[in-house]
């Protein structure tokens, strides 16, 4: 083979080498930029609200609670205890047991003294402790469980951020909060409340709240919290947005977003000043009222698309995937679920208030 003959046969090679590495390093960037652009929209459903294949109509059973209930904010699931937080009255929190049908006493009363905290209350039930966060007072508290039999004291564990509003406790050490944060949560260790590890980002399924103030997004997606402690995940929904997270089981690194979805369609004004308003617009779906955990399962409160009136319960894994449609024809305000007994207790409009229980 003359030389003449080799330079072209060389310069092919090369020129095929080169465009190989060029088409390597291009499919190289686009791997890099999936996995960066993933970090923001991974896990993030972009379709509204859930169709479900399994619909079921609720079937309520009155339970004879011996008083008339007041203005109820939560029913809360212990053994065979409920725990009633109300808005109004001398004591804030009862103790109903479901075995005897009778009231076993008082928590928390209405005050400034020991035992006493003023409303509005936030309850949680992790583990073996009830835990009790006087929004008003920014003041965070817990009663564990294995006193109840004998003296109830309410230990407080100090005043806490007063960004912070909603909470879910992680452990006995670390609490998740929702309120005015720069991020969407706020993650603080118990031993040092004064520093709030802040996290996630603020919904911005509607183009235009992009651009709003952090405060005006805090206050529209004011958020509740349910979690599963045997999984490490935590789910947080504000009456248009559900997201799930992960959490690490003992340190103080970030939760990370497992899964976000938007539940209904929305828009919504803000006023600067003083003090920051939200007012949503006419026309959204107000779709999620409440979250509790059952354990294996989510229950989402949600508003019915035909009696705006009626509240419906929508039950959905821990990824997030719906797994059925519980019907209620009822006004519900507030619910607790045991998976473990098939059972879940609410607090009905009928046209009074009654507590009732119902089967999952």
């Given at each position: 083979?003359?030389?003449?003959?080799?330079?072209?046969?060389y310069l092919y090679r090369r020129i095929t080498e080169i465009l190989y590495m060029k088409k390597l390093i291009l499919m190289m960037c686009a791997f890099l930029c999936v996995q960066c652009t993933g970090k923001k929209v991974a896990n993030v459903d972009d379709t509204i609200g859930y169709d479900f294949e399994l619909q079921e109509q609720m079937s309520f059973k009155e339970v004879a609670y011996p008083d008339l209930l007041g203005s109820t904010m939560q029913l809360m699931k212990k053994d065979s205890f409920l725990f009633i937080n109300e808005f109004h009255g001398d004591s804030l929190i009862h103790i109903f047991n479901l075995k005897t049908a009778q009231k076993e006493g008082n928590l928390v009363a209405s005050g400034n003294g020991p035992n006493e905290l003023i409303s509005p209350l936030e309850l949680q039930i992790v583990d073996d402790n009830l835990w009790v966060l006087s929004r008003q007072l920014h003041l965070l508290n817990h009663i564990p469980f294995s006193a109840l039999d004998e003296n109830p004291v309410l230990l407080k564990d100090g005043l806490i951020k007063s960004e912070a509003d909603c909470f879910i406790p992680l452990d006995e050490n670390r609490i998740v909060f929702s309120g005015f944060f720069k991020k969407r949560y706020g993650l603080m260790n118990?031993?040092?409340?004064?520093v709030i590890?802040?996290?996630g980002d603020y919904p911005d399924f509607w183009a235009d709240e992009k651009d709003f103030p952090t405060e005006a997004k805090a206050?529209?997606?004011?958020?509740?919290f349910a979690i599963n402690t045997d999984k490490h995940l935590f789910a947080s929904c504000s009456?248009?947005?559900?997201?799930?997270?992960?959490?690490d089981s003992k340190g103080m690194d970030a939760p990370e977003l497992k899964y976000r979805k938007q539940l209904g369609k929305y828009e919504y004004d803000f006023e600067s000043g003083g003090r920051v308003t939200a007012t949503m617009r006419p026309g959204a779906d107000l779709v999620s009222v409440d979250?509790?955990?059952?354990g294996e399962y989510l229950y989402v409160l949600i508003q019915d698309e035909k009696n705006r009136k009626h509240r419906n319960l929508m039950v959905l894994d821990w990824a997030g995937k719906p797994i059925k449609l519980l019907k209620s024809g009822k006004r519900i305000t507030c619910l607790a679920v045991d998976e473990k007994e098939g059972v879940g207790y609410c607090i009905i409009q009928d046209p009074e208030d009654k507590l009732v229980s119902f089967r999952l």
């Amino acid at each position: 083979m003359s030389y003449i003959n080799l330079v072209p046969f060389y310069l092919y090679r090369r020129i095929t080498e080169i465009l190989y590495m060029k088409k390597l390093i291009l499919m190289m960037c686009a791997f890099l930029c999936v996995q960066c652009t993933g970090k923001k929209v991974a896990n993030v459903d972009d379709t509204i609200g859930y169709d479900f294949e399994l619909q079921e109509q609720m079937s309520f059973k009155e339970v004879a609670y011996p008083d008339l209930l007041g203005s109820t904010m939560q029913l809360m699931k212990k053994d065979s205890f409920l725990f009633i937080n109300e808005f109004h009255g001398d004591s804030l929190i009862h103790i109903f047991n479901l075995k005897t049908a009778q009231k076993e006493g008082n928590l928390v009363a209405s005050g400034n003294g020991p035992n006493e905290l003023i409303s509005p209350l936030e309850l949680q039930i992790v583990d073996d402790n009830l835990w009790v966060l006087s929004r008003q007072l920014h003041l965070l508290n817990h009663i564990p469980f294995s006193a109840l039999d004998e003296n109830p004291v309410l230990l407080k564990d100090g005043l806490i951020k007063s960004e912070a509003d909603c909470f879910i406790p992680l452990d006995e050490n670390r609490i998740v909060f929702s309120g005015f944060f720069k991020k969407r949560y706020g993650l603080m260790n118990l031993n040092d409340r004064e520093v709030i590890n802040e996290f996630g980002d603020y919904p911005d399924f509607w183009a235009d709240e992009k651009d709003f103030p952090t405060e005006a997004k805090a206050m529209f997606h004011q958020s509740r919290f349910a979690i599963n402690t045997d999984k490490h995940l935590f789910a947080s929904c504000s009456y248009f947005v559900l997201e799930i997270y992960s959490y690490d089981s003992k340190g103080m690194d970030a939760p990370e977003l497992k899964y976000r979805k938007q539940l209904g369609k929305y828009e919504y004004d803000f006023e600067s000043g003083g003090r920051v308003t939200a007012t949503m617009r006419p026309g959204a779906d107000l779709v999620s009222v409440d979250i509790v955990s059952g354990g294996e399962y989510l229950y989402v409160l949600i508003q019915d698309e035909k009696n705006r009136k009626h509240r419906n319960l929508m039950v959905l894994d821990w990824a997030g995937k719906p797994i059925k449609l519980l019907k209620s024809g009822k006004r519900i305000t507030c619910l607790a679920v045991d998976e473990k007994e098939g059972v879940g207790y609410c607090i009905i409009q009928d046209p009074e208030d009654k507590l009732v229980s119902f089967r999952l």
